[in-house]
């Protein structure tokens, strides 16, 4: 599974992205996809993730509320749509994909190449 990123870019702080993952190369709808951020100096972690079945998405707590992870089986492409976006969402975002799912970075065999995010005023 092929996954290529985009969509990132340089916001002022409250506004709102929407960051995109195209798949290709594997059984897309039988995948859970997520997205994953990394800031400098930190560890890779867990935003949100979205089943095969486009049902129970998960999010990190910071970002409930503001992020929206969606999915389009038929387009084998996987959204994240950022609102009110905040200084500490700066990072490089990464979508994943998994047969197992959860939130663990380890369960996520495929990564695409990450897209920047960068929230500053």
């Known amino acids: 599974v092929q996954l290529q990123a985009s969509g990132g870019g340089l916001v002022q702080p409250g506004d709102s992205l929407r960051l995109s993952c195209a798949a290709s190369g594997g059984t897309f709808s039988r995948l859970t996809m997520a997205w994953f951020r990394q800031a400098p100096g930190k560890e890779r972690e867990f935003v949100a993730r979205?089943?095969?079945?486009?049902?129970?998405?998960l999010y990190e707590d910071s970002v409930k509320g503001r992020f929206t992870i969606s999915r389009d089986n038929a387009k084998n492409t996987v959204s994240l749509q950022m609102n009110s976006l905040k200084s500490e969402d700066s990072a490089v975002y990464f979508c994943a994909a998994s047969v197992i799912g959860g939130s663990a970075a380890t369960n996520y065999a495929y990564w695409g190449q990450g897209t920047l995010v960068t929230v500053s005023s």
């Open positions: 979205i089943t095969w079945a486009v049902g129970s998405p």
